[in-house]
């Protein structure tokens, strides 16, 4: 009995002891607590410090306002009766659209913000495009576009020059890229074939107002063509000039586009609603081989040393050779006065650092996981 009345004492002096201990307790701690808010945003990826290409001013006048026009159903008749004459058609030789003359090409710019990027190269040998019953032998282009670093689009383009002088798109295989992976072909197409005629892409004598169609199949591709220049200010490679043919191009969906040609170089300038490009190399064919300039030797060896880097994620290393690409990039445009302003070192440091944004991101996003 008095164990019993012992555990009794014990219980009630700890059931008061309890009820003290509860009445001093503020009553947010009896509260849930709430999950704390974090004091600091997570890591974002950073890709590297290479400036964006600033926006070049056009030289040549903004295109206007276009209500966009239906193309019509069927191929616009070509130029003279019964179609152009090709007695040497691989001959290309039109100073506005030197085909046979250019060995490569390379095109800088933006495209919808993205830095953007063109490459021509001729290929060697020829082939035969049959058309009208007519044989017609070709020179070949390979065509290559990349916007951010990205690879967007090739083709294989095939030209003809006719006995007046007059260049002929005669068809292009287009493979269309997305995410790096095949997309479609659209945009093929090739003379004799469901109803293409040849295409004129550059006449021989230009006149202003004159109209053509360098694209000819309705449905597929069309294009038309309107001459508003033959004066037109604006770079090449070699220097300023005064007299590029400047042409308003109007597409397929009725938005327009404007292209100024130059004499021995062909397309020099290229501007539409949201992109912009200049030629900033021509290779002759045929030119004999020099040693590289030692300020591109530098950039080369600094994009070198920038892929190797960011596996390791040695970001200051790949700031310090960005910053010495674009050094040597300005030594070099500052002793060649022929440098469009499209090739500026913003652009030279973009194009080394696009193609390595997505594995830089990649590991540094791996490096705060």
Same mark, same amino acid.
């Given at each position: 009995?008095?164990?019993?009345?012992?555990?009794?004492?014990?219980?009630a002096l700890?059931?008061?002891a309890?009820a003290?201990?509860?009445a001093?307790?503020?009553?947010?701690?009896? #509260?849930? /607590?709430?999950a704390?808010? +974090? $004091? @600091?945003a %997570?890591? !974002? =990826?950073?890709?590297?410090t290479a400036?964006?290409?600033?926006?070049?001013p056009?030289?040549? #006048?903004p /295109?206007t306002?276009?209500? +966009? $026009? @239906?193309a %019509?159903? !069927? =191929?616009?008749?070509a130029?003279?009766?019964?179609?152009?004459?090709?007695t040497?058609?691989? #001959?290309?030789?039109?100073?506005?659209? +030197?085909? @046979?003359?250019?060995?490569?090409?390379?095109?800088?710019?933006?495209?919808g913000?993205?830095?953007?990027?063109?490459?021509i190269?001729?290929?060697?040998?020829?082939?035969?495009?049959a058309?009208?019953?007519?044989?017609?032998?070709?020179?070949?282009?390979?065509?290559?576009?990349?916007?951010?670093?990205?690879?967007?689009?090739?083709?294989?383009d095939?030209?003809a020059?006719?006995d007046?002088?007059?260049?002929?798109?005669?068809?292009?295989?287009?493979?269309?890229?997305?995410?790096?992976?095949?997309?479609d072909?659209?945009?093929?197409?090739?003379?004799?074939?469901?109803?293409?005629?040849?295409a004129?892409?550059?006449p021989?004598?230009?006149?202003?107002?004159?109209?053509?169609?360098?694209?000819?199949?309705?449905?597929?591709?069309?294009?038309?063509?309107?001459?508003?220049?033959?004066?037109?200010?604006?770079?090449?490679?070699?220097?300023?000039?005064?007299?590029?043919?400047f042409?308003?191009?109007?597409?397929?969906?009725?938005?327009?586009?404007?292209?100024?040609?130059?004499?021995?170089?062909?397309?020099?300038?290229?501007?539409?609603?949201?992109?912009?490009?200049h030629?900033?190399?021509?290779?002759?064919?045929?030119?004999?081989?020099?040693?590289?300039?030692?300020?591109?030797?530098?950039?080369e060896?600094?994009?070198e040393?920038?892929?190797?880097?960011?596996?390791?994620?040695?970001?200051?290393?790949?700031?310090?050779?960005?910053d010495?690409?674009?050094?040597?990039?300005?030594?070099?445009?500052?002793?060649?006065?022929g440098?469009?302003?499209?090739?500026?070192?913003?652009?030279?440091?973009?194009f080394?650092?696009?193609?390595?944004?997505?594995?830089?991101?990649a590991?540094r996003?791996?490096?705060?996981?």
């Amino acid at each position: 009995m008095l164990k019993f009345f012992y555990r009794l004492l014990l219980l009630a002096l700890a059931l008061v002891a309890f009820a003290g201990c509860s009445a001093q307790q503020p009553a947010a701690s009896r #509260a849930t /607590p709430l999950a704390a808010a +974090p $004091t @600091a945003a %997570p890591p !974002t =990826a950073v890709l590297p410090t290479a400036a964006l290409p600033t926006a070049v001013p056009p030289t040549a #006048a903004p /295109p206007t306002e276009v209500v +966009p $026009t @239906a193309a %019509p159903a !069927t =191929a616009a008749p070509a130029s003279g009766t019964g179609g152009p004459r090709f007695t040497h058609p691989t #001959a290309i030789s039109n100073p506005l659209y +030197p085909i @046979a003359l250019t060995r490569y090409t390379i095109a800088l710019g933006t495209e919808g913000g993205d830095p953007s990027r063109t490459e021509i190269t001729l290929l060697p040998g020829t082939r035969v495009i049959a058309w009208n019953g007519q044989q017609t032998e070709v020179r070949v282009v390979q065509f290559m576009a990349m916007v951010g670093g990205r690879l967007v689009e090739v083709a294989y383009d095939y030209f003809a020059q006719a006995d007046d002088g007059s260049v002929y798109y005669m068809g292009e295989d287009v493979t269309n890229y997305r995410d790096g992976k095949v997309a479609d072909h659209g945009g093929s197409w090739q003379a004799g074939k469901d109803g293409a005629p040849p295409a004129l892409i550059m006449p021989a004598r230009p006149s202003v107002g004159q109209v053509f169609n360098p694209e000819n199949l309705p449905g597929v591709v069309f294009e038309t063509d309107k001459v508003l220049s033959l004066g037109q200010k604006t770079t090449t490679p070699a220097g300023p000039i005064d007299n590029g043919v400047f042409v308003e191009e109007t597409l397929m969906d009725g938005s327009v586009e404007h292209k100024i040609y130059a004499a021995n170089f062909g397309i020099v300038e290229e501007q539409a609603s949201d992109e912009l490009s200049h030629l900033v190399l021509y290779a002759p064919a045929g030119a004999p081989p020099r040693a590289v300039p030692d300020a591109l030797s530098t950039i080369e060896a600094q994009a070198e040393d920038i892929a190797d880097a960011v596996p390791g994620g040695s970001w200051a290393k790949v700031s310090a050779d960005v910053d010495a690409a674009r050094a040597a990039w300005q030594g070099y445009a500052g002793e060649h006065d022929g440098v469009p302003p499209a090739a500026s070192s913003h652009q030279v440091a973009s194009f080394i650092t696009a193609p390595l944004a997505a594995s830089s991101c990649a590991t540094r996003c791996a490096s705060t996981t």
